[in-house]
């Protein structure tokens, strides 16, 4: 097999270090790819793709039509680098037992970005805790585009209903980069603790999630 000993250089060097700390992006994508590409040099399609889309986390978040653009970039290829971030997602929520605390705002933030590693549209989740703020269920409520996602209180109640929960935390992501809640997000959860009142259930915060970061409702007085 043509580079096999380079291949071998690359294995036994992740192996030695325990991962990819002195590893270039390319040289990441590069030992991605021995995975699907048997026999040919990996190293100049992981250049191809930095060149085209600029980063590593830009590669994983694009989507296989895009990805199967590129030279050497077949059907297998692409759906292993397209995969990669749900996977990520995966072990962190695997991480976070379904038991997990959320006693304090950051603890809370950190467990929404886990939520929507690799979500490139908005979701808007629901999180139910009991009185020590213990996760007793967390799901999607909603599915929308890039940049909204409805959150229709009918719907909210009738979940929140069937999960018998009597404290939640609302969160919902922004793939643009921006973390700031925008005025719908304000009526929309205004609206939202409207109607959970009348029901006797606590809005603990509105989480926004953008990349690694958060924004806590709550902790900037709009909750």
């Known amino acids: 097999m043509p580079h096999q000993g380079h291949r071998k250089r690359m294995k036994d060097r ?8 002195s590893f270039a ?3 990441i994508l590069e030992l991605l790819l021995y ?10 399609i992981a250049h ?13 978040d694009a989507d296989t039509e895009s990805l199967k653009k590129i030279d ?5 290829s692409a759906f292993l680098l397209s995969m990669i ?7 962190n929520q695997a991480k976070w037992t379904r038991n997990v605390m959320l006693g304090t705002t950051d603890l809370a933030g950190q467990y929404a970005i886990n939520l929507f590693i690799g979500k490139n549209y908005e979701e808007f989740r629901l999180i139910c805790v009991d009185s020590n703020r213990r996760v007793t269920y967390q799901g999607c409520i909603t599915k929308g585009t890039i940049n909204e996602v409805p959150a229709y209180p009918r719907i909210v109640v009738e979940e929140i209903l069937k999960r018998n929960a009597q404290y939640v935390i ?3 992501n922004h793939p643009n980069g921006s973390v700031q809640p925008s005025e719908g997000d304000k009526q929309t959860t205004d ?26 409702m709550a902790d900037m007085g709009f909750i």
């Open 48 to 60: 191809a793709l930095i060149r085209e889309y600029g980063n590593l986390a830009n590669v994983l």
């Open 25 to 27: 992006p390319h040289e």
């Open 191 to 216: 609206q939202l603790i409207s109607a959970l009142e009348a029901i006797n259930v606590n809005v603990i915060d509105h989480i926004i999630v953008s990349g690694n970061r958060y924004y806590s």
């Open 72 to 76: 050497g970039i077949g059907e297998n």
């Open 35 to 44: 995975s699907t590409i048997n026999r040919r040099d990996t190293n100049p």
């Open 170 to 172: 609302f969160t919902h």
């Open 85 to 91: 971030p749900h996977l990520c997602r995966a072990y």
């Open 14 to 21: 992740f192996v030695k270090e325990g991962g990819f700390e």
